[in-house]
Nanobody, 117 residues
Framework: QVQLVESGGGLAQPGGSLRLSCTNS????????MGWYRQVPGKEREMVAQ???????SYADSVKGRFTVSGDNAKNTVDLQMNSLKPDDTAVYYC???????????WGQGIQVTVSS
């Protein structure tokens, strides 16, 4: 069973940085993709950044040039380095993984990121 556990959230000032980490504390599977989504109250969950099997990364337009995703799909780890944070980045961030071949989708419990002065 896959259990995604996030860490590293919290409070940052505008222009500051935070790093989120996600690991699978359960059984390890090869993942087609791993990444991060975020959600604010009243809005749909949106993709922030993800790594596809083979290593290519994709980003939401709103975070390009500021956020960097890294990790190892085979080891089921993914990090998100967030720089030049803005108040609009405030959200609950969720780790996401899609299992290779069967496309099972897994979510972490979510971690709060607040950007405020």
């Amino acid at each position: 069973q896959v259990q995604l556990v996030e860490s590293g959230g919290g409070l940052a000032q505008p222009g500051g940085s935070l790093r989120l980490s996600c690991t699978n504390s359960g059984r390890i599977f090869s993942m087609r993709s791993m990444g991060w989504y975020r959600q604010v109250p009243g809005k749909e969950r949106e993709m922030v950044a993800q790594i596809i099997l083979g290593g290519s990364a994709s980003y939401a337009d709103s975070v390009k040039g500021r956020f960097t995703v890294s990790g190892d799909n085979a080891k089921n780890t993914v990090d998100l380095q967030m720089n030049s944070l803005k108040p609009d980045d405030t959200a609950v961030y969720y780790c996401n993984a899609v299992q290779f071949r069967i496309y099972a989708v897994y979510w972490g419990q979510g971690i709060q990121v607040t950007v405020s002065s």
